[in-house]
């Protein structure tokens, strides 16, 4: 039953990192880096946990999670897009707020247990030996982490505001010579992005650990920011690089339960080694896929 | 189609725009017919973008009125593309990572984007029949020639609405003499339908055999206006165009000093040469360089042009073959030795390639330039300058004010400042690209005869132009990227335009 618990963990761990490639996806995409990413996913936790805690309602929770992580990140935007900020500074300093600001905000809440969401058997499916329980017994959360993939890319590549909001992230003066404004789709982009990079936020809080604790998200965001490089800036690669490190936390804690001598330290280190493993391997590639806005931003930013 | 003298499509009272001091264009009258070729003429700088710019919207004008069907218009892009009239830009408005399809798709106005994919499909395929502009929807337009791209945007433009008229930014610039040739006929066939057509160009002779109509522009101005039905004064437009100071075409022949000891001084064997992608764009390539020599190298756009003399100057490592300079092997040596042995490269994209934003021009010839002597810590500037002010290719190039920042410039420009800074270097062997792209016709001049000189001082040049008359005109010999291998060298005067471009093509059917 190792390989079921292995796979379950992976899945549960991972998703809050897959929400977060997800909306880093979308705000590429745009052609907006958001390093705050992190920021938006520990709003989105705490968001969660207190409206859960007090209202019992999980899914208002996640509801306050998404306004939580959208407000963040159209102060990135703002800041951007409006005021042509630096987009690297500025989204470490959102991340930076947004863990700050939660700090502060959560200090009375740290290590209360509430019920959140629970899990959710779907009939026949989970009863699929091996993978069944690990894919198919889980929270509400990681089902729609499932279905958001599609969803996604149905958006993205097969609407027109989709290929709007690519082109923005390509070449803005074409959008504008069409008569859209990439501002406005630039907005929507970041908004988004951080609307369901603090959903992730929200599953970690009231799914996952049931629990809040100040800083939670413990690099996830920043991870999730790397990952989607490796997801080739694409929705329906996403899962690789969520589960990878899914699978390496799952892994460590494992070990860890079954008192492994090996230093905590060390195994604490394992999801972010599998992570760096993966982008050495497939980062060479991927720099073509990158949205032409975003080659800018950076080649700019390396310039000044 | 009968012109309708009395109803332009577009007409223009006494248009004008400046920008801060410098004014751009002024006093334009200009009217656009149905079922007429216009060209509009003009050195660079001459101020025909902007004005084309200014009738599609993109720029306000300062002064003056655009009337279309003679009501007055305050130009957008969006009114422009109402109104039937759509732009070609020359720098094209379509975005590499997306495919044809979905180029087309977001450019579609509202009422036709609801329509199915296969009728939009059916309808890209029928536009390109009608005009012989083959496109492939699902390409990615990344992976598409230049040629090609331009395909798709006129494609583009034409199911933007019901067009009127059409707007083409020196469309010719990025074709090859036969594509250019294809162009021409598309154009007369759109014409025949009934389009307006706006051809903007600084290659007039391209452009007399079908213009209905040839308007020539200077400092921003109207100076000339020609009509077809009383015959065009060639020589009276070039030199309306460049102001009256037209030099006549030299014959680099006489000018020609024979160089007896015939001595080799770049030797490639059995070249394999490599893009990026790692596909093998020219096969057991072989070619020889010798000392007093202008190689032409003619192929169509993207062949391995640029591969090639990247791997000649060794910023791209040669695989297969060997390379010897001046008796030496140098197959595997660096960038370093092979500029230590006398070689220089200017590159086909020096903005991309050497261009060091925030670097003055000085600057960039400290870089890598005449050598340069230190006083006391630093770098001595003044030697440096003096060297700039007494160079014969500065001046003759016309390399702008050396205090300016390079990248300021246009392309043209950089592309003189660093042809001078490598003629300025002396060196032995000078692998030059598209030296004379972007210039007007007495600069081109101007770098012809400072290649010939060069030559003449026992330089082995390699030459890679577009321009087949250029290469014609220059070369010593010429090589041709016939499909994936180089051809032996060919005499200039005894081979034509046309034999070349045979060469070019047909290699390419070969390879299918």
């Known amino acids: 039953m190792f390989i079921t618990s292995l796979l379950s963990g992976a899945i549960q761990c991972g998703t809050s990192v897959l929400y977060g490639i997800y909306g880093e996806t979308v705000t590429e995409r745009v052609g907006v880096i958001n390093l705050g990413t992190e920021g938006c996913m520990v709003v989105g936790a705490l968001a969660a946990y207190v409206c859960t805690y007090h209202t019992k309602s999980p899914l208002l929770g996640i509801l306050m999670a998404a306004i939580g992580g959208g407000v963040l990140a159209l102060l990135h935007a703002i800041l951007v897009i409006g005021r042509k900020a630096n987009q690297l500074a500025t989204g470490l300093t959102i991340m930076f707020l947004g863990l700050g600001l939660t700090s502060f905000l959560g200090q009375q809440y740290v290590s209360v247990s509430i019920d959140g969401l629970s899990m959710i058997p779907i009939p026949v499916l989970s009863g699929i030996p091996v993978i069944g329980t690990a894919l198919f017994n889980q929270d509400i959360l990681v089902y729609v982490s499932y279905i958001l993939c599609p969803l996604l890319c149905y958006l993205l590549f097969k609407t027109r505001l989709g290929l709007l909001l690519r082109a923005t992230g390509e070449d803005e003066e074409v959008v504008f010579a069409y008569g859209a404004n990439p501002k406005l789709l630039r907005y929507i982009g970041v908004v988004l992005g951080g609307m369901i990079s603090a959903i992730g936020g929200a599953q970690l809080a009231i799914a996952y650990t049931h629990t809040w604790i100040e800083n939670m998200t413990n690099g996830r965001g920043i991870i999730a920011v790397a990952l989607v490089v490796l997801a080739g800036y694409h929705p329906k690669k996403a899962m690789i690089g969520a589960y990878i490190f899914g699978g390496a936390q799952a892994l460590q804690l494992l070990l860890q339960a079954q008192g492994v001598h090996i230093s905590t330290f060390i195994l604490q280190m394992f999801p972010y080694l599998f992570t760096i493993c993966a982008l050495f391997f497939a980062s060479r590639k991927k720099v073509q896929a990158m949205p032409a806005e975003l080659k800018k931003i950076i080649e700019s930013s390396a310039n000044s | ?512």
């Not at chain 2, 017919?33 to 216009?38: K, P, T």
């Not at chain 2, 791209?149 to 930014?169: N, S, T």
């Not at chain 2, 079908?210 to 437009?237: F, M, W």
Request: aromatic share 4%; glycine share 8%; net charge neutral.
């Open chain 2, 1 to 512: 189609m009968k012109i309708n003298k009395f109803n332009p499509i577009i007409k223009t009272n006494q248009l004008k725009i400046r920008f801060g001091d410098f004014v751009a264009n002024q006093n334009i009258n200009l009217s656009v017919y149905a079922g007429q070729i216009q060209s509009i003429v003009g050195e660079n700088g001459a101020g025909k973008s902007t004005l084309m710019k200014m009738l599609y919207g993109t720029y306000k004008p300062t002064s003056g009125e655009i009337l279309v069907d003679r009501e007055r218009v305050h130009m957008t892009p969006q009114i422009a593309m109402r109104l039937g009239i759509g732009m070609v830009f020359q720098d094209f408005r379509i975005i590499p990572a997306f495919t044809a399809f979905e180029n087309i798709m977001m450019a579609l106005p509202k009422e036709k984007r609801k329509r199915p994919k296969e009728e939009i499909k059916k309808e890209i395929c029928e536009i390109s029949q009608k005009y012989k502009i083959p496109v492939d929807p699902d390409m990615l337009v990344g992976q598409m020639d230049l040629g090609q791209r331009q395909r798709v945007e006129i494609i583009k433009v034409l199911m933007m609405g019901k067009m009127r008229v059409l707007i083409f930014d020196e469309p010719t610039s990025v074709l090859t003499q036969q594509e250019a040739q294809e162009f021409i006929k598309m154009l007369q066939s759109m014409r025949d339908d009934g389009y307006a057509i706006l051809l903007i160009t600084h290659k007039l002779h391209e452009v007399m055999a079908c213009s209905d109509v040839i308007t020539v522009l200077r400092h921003g101005e109207i100076v000339e206006k020609e009509e077809k039905e009383n015959g065009y004064d060639q020589e009276r437009l070039i030199s309306k165009m460049m102001g009256g100071e037209v030099t006549i075409h030299t014959d680099y022949e006489d000018q020609k000093k024979v160089f007896e000891k015939e001595e080799v001084l770049l030797e490639g064997k059995d070249m394999s040469i490599y893009n990026a992608q790692h596909r093998e764009l020219i096969r057991h390539g072989n070619l020889t360089m010798k000392a007093g020599e202008i190689i032409g190298l003619a192929g169509i756009s993207g062949r391995g042009q640029r591969e090639l003399l990247e791997t000649l100057f060794g910023v791209n490592v040669l695989k297969m073959g060997q390379l010897t300079i001046d008796g030496k092997d140098m197959t595997k040596s660096s960038i370093r030795d092979r500029i230590e042995a006398g070689m220089a490269l200017v590159s086909e994209d020096p903005k991309r390639d050497n261009v060091v934003a925030g670097m003055k021009i000085y600057e960039h010839f400290a870089l890598n330039g005449p050598e340069i002597s230190y006083k006391k810590v630093g770098i001595n500037w003044k030697d440096l300058t003096d060297k700039m002010d007494t160079s014969k290719a500065v001046k003759e190039l016309g390399v702008p004010e050396k205090t300016r920042e390079l990248a300021t410039l246009s392309g043209g420009n950089i592309q003189r400042c660093m042809l001078a800074r490598a003629v300025m270097k002396q060196p032995k062997i000078l692998l030059a690209s598209y030296p004379s792209r972007g210039l007007d016709v007495g600069t081109v001049e101007m770098v012809h005869q400072t290649l010939v000189e060069l030559r003449n001082q026992g330089c082995s040049i390699l030459l890679v132009s577009e321009d087949l008359e250029e290469l014609l005109s220059v070369s010593d010999s010429i090589v041709v990227i016939s499909g994936d291998t180089l051809t032996e060298k060919l005499d200039p005067k005894t081979t034509s335009a046309l034999e070349i471009g045979d060469l070019m093509i047909g290699g390419k059917e070969h390879e299918r």
